[in-house]
């Protein structure tokens, strides 16, 4: 998933998502857990917490729950306002190597 939660993005006339990019087929699942705890945290406190954040905690404490490592999770993230297929497509595609 996108550090900017793009992938959470729908598709709008000025938006095409990622989640239907080839390498997110039968990949990505929990959206719609995603979107539930995004419309509570929006009740609770409006404007305050990311989806992008949601990400990050989620996947910090799925790690804790399967026994695999902890880690810090920095708060502040700002959503994505527009999404890419076409570079999804081609830089999140597993057979190819990363460079970081």
């Given at each position: 998933?996108?550090?900017?939660?793009?992938?959470?993005?729908?598709?709008?006339a000025t938006i095409v998502s990622e989640?239907?990019?080839?390498?997110?087929?039968?990949?990505?699942?929990?959206?719609?857990?995603?979107?539930?705890?995004?419309?509570?945290?929006?009740?609770?406190?409006?404007?305050?917490?990311?989806?992008?954040?949601?990400?990050?905690?989620?996947?910090?404490?799925?790690?804790?729950?399967?026994?695999?490592?902890?880690w810090k999770v920095?708060?502040?993230?700002?959503?994505?306002?527009?999404?890419?297929?076409?570079?999804?497509?081609?830089?999140?595609?597993?057979?190819?190597?990363?460079?970081?």
């Amino acid at each position: 998933m996108g550090c900017d939660g793009s992938i959470l993005l729908n598709n709008t006339a000025t938006i095409v998502s990622e989640q239907q990019a080839l390498p997110n087929n039968n990949s990505i699942r929990g959206l719609d857990v995603v979107n539930q705890i995004k419309t509570a945290l929006e009740d609770a406190c409006p404007g305050v917490v990311s989806c992008t954040d949601i990400l990050a905690l989620a996947a910090a404490v799925s790690s804790v729950l399967a026994h695999g490592p902890y880690w810090k999770v920095p708060l502040g993230r700002r959503d994505g306002l527009t999404a890419n297929r076409t570079l999804a497509n081609i830089n999140l595609c597993c057979s190819r190597p990363r460079h970081y």
